[in-house]
């Protein structure tokens, strides 16, 4: 899986409602789970290149959030927790996917209302373009938490007209087709988020507010649908199955777990065994957690994220040492996955042995080149530097971690302490200087 960009970190730290005046904001949580990103990327590859837009160009990101919300932000999309979990079939997400995808190619990221000063939209934008500001966490659930550093609204930022909203659901039928998808699913998702927007008042979905529902649209929708040529055609298995684990997963670590396991039949099918497996280990019940993780593996036991999820669930149990076995099989069979190196060289850590931090070392370095935008794994990487006396490298990993989540003034003097101690013109003298140089932008961005 491909890192994160600066792009797909940054999010908005001013918004401006329909009428242009600021609007009130709040932090934004995401998630990061390899297996997650996995599943959305599976899904939203064919209509990304049914789109022509090139691999890689498009970065996603996961929004813990229970309202059914999708959003876009120039080539960034997001998904809420909400929208995910509620879509039935992976047909209603395919068309979601491709509405968004839609805006995104018809240059609809971003828009503001027509009252907004240039300034404004200059800051929004400058903001987007590279303030890196997701902080990931260390939670208790298996998609690992990320508290953002920036705001973002969820209400009144992203409008688009009516034209606009017309012309991506067209593109979107287009691109499903390409793919060999039946659009149905994009007319359904409409329906359901059209009966929302009529039994609410207070508290609207974000998702209607930003992208308006009339009857007239899903007409249209519908008129078009039922000429597809892919009409009637299923979702392939594939799909479907991991879509079945992703909706699994995150109701497994976002729904309470008691509900969790009232709900979801003990029936032996993978998806079952995997929501009621991370429940057992919310509940806390690691013995039946990993009893349950266990049953997983022995039906799939070349799946790196089944080992992935025994070893945090271990690890979170207090048990690093039979952790760090589970996360080098995970890491084994999804060689390069970031988020499992990063993972692993957290577990070697908690063992504090010279030989483990020194395997840490290696393991974290590789998983913040792959991916620098994992504030965890720089933290780790951080303590792993000290511990092992490279004071330079320890405080460069400790700056990059605090820029990321947020703590300029930690990371401004972290870099500084890098300056005074690397050769001037050192790759990490250099990098620390970069870390100043956005340290100062953001100040200005503030002023």
């Known amino acids: ?70 959003f876009v932000v120039g080539r960034n999309m997001a998904f809420h927790t909400g929208l995910l979990i509620a879509m039935d079939d992976p047909g209603e997400l395919l068309g979601v996917i491709a509405h968004e995808t839609g805006h995104i190619a018809g240059g609809h990221g971003v828009r503001f209302g027509p009252a907004a000063t240039a300034s404004q939209g200059a800051a929004v934008l400058s903001t987007v373009l590279g303030i890196a500001a997701i902080a990931a966490g260390a939670g208790q659930a298996g998609a690992a938490i990320v508290a953002g550093g920036q705001t973002v609204a969820q209400r009144g930022f992203l409008r688009y007209t009516r034209g606009q909203e017309s012309a991506a659901d067209q593109a979107a039928i287009t691109y499903l087709e390409r793919a060999g998808v039946d659009p149905t699913g994009m007319v359904e998702t409409l329906r359901r988020l059209q009966a929302r ?33 892919t009409l009637g055609r299923a979702v392939d298995s594939g799909t479907r199955y991991w879509y079945d684990r992703m909706r699994a997963k995150l109701r497994g670590f976002l729904v309470a777990p008691a509900r969790t396991l009232r709900e979801v039949p003990e029936d032996g099918s993978e998806a079952a065994l995997l929501a009621r497996a991370v429940a057992y280990h919310r509940t806390p ?163």
Not at 6 to 28: E, F, K, M, Y
Not at 324 to 346: D, M, W
């Open 285 to 447: 019940d690691p013995q039946a957690a990993l009893r349950t993780v266990d049953r997983l593996i022995a039906a799939r036991p070349g799946d790196a994220y089944y080992h992935e999820l025994k070893g945090q669930i271990l690890f979170e149990g207090g048990a690093a040492a039979q952790a760090v076995p589970a996360y080098r099989q995970a890491a084994t069979l999804a060689p390069g996955e970031p988020l499992i190196l990063g993972a692993l060289g957290k577990a070697l850590m908690a063992l504090e042995q010279p030989a483990a931090t020194t395997e840490a070392r290696a393991v974290l370095t590789e998983a913040v080149r792959r991916d620098r935008y994992n504030a965890s794994a720089w933290r780790w990487l951080a303590r792993a530097e000290r511990r092992l006396g490279n004071e330079t490298g320890a405080a460069l990993a400790a700056a990059e971690h605090q820029i990321l989540i947020g703590g300029e003034e930690v990371a401004a003097r972290h870099a500084g302490r890098v300056q005074d101690m690397a050769p001037t013109g050192s790759p990490a003298w250099l990098r620390a200087g970069d870390i100043l140089a956005e340290i100062d932008r953001r100040k200005a961005l503030d002023r």
């Open 197 to 229: 927007e009529l039994v609410t008042v207070a508290g609207r979905n974000p998702y209607t507010m930003s992208h308006p529902l009339s009857s007239e649209r899903i007409r249209d929708l519908e008129r078009r649908v039922v000429n597809s040529p």
């Open 1 to 70: 899986m491909r890192p994160f960009s600066v792009l797909r970190t940054a999010l908005l730290a001013l918004a401006v409602s329909s009428a242009g005046q600021t609007a009130h904001a709040r932090d934004i949580t995401t998630i990061r789970d390899a297996e997650i990103e996995d599943t959305l990327e599976r899904m939203s590859a064919p209509i990304f290149q049914a789109a022509g837009l090139p691999a890689g160009s498009v970065e996603i990101f996961i929004v813990q959030d229970r309202s059914l919300n999708a």
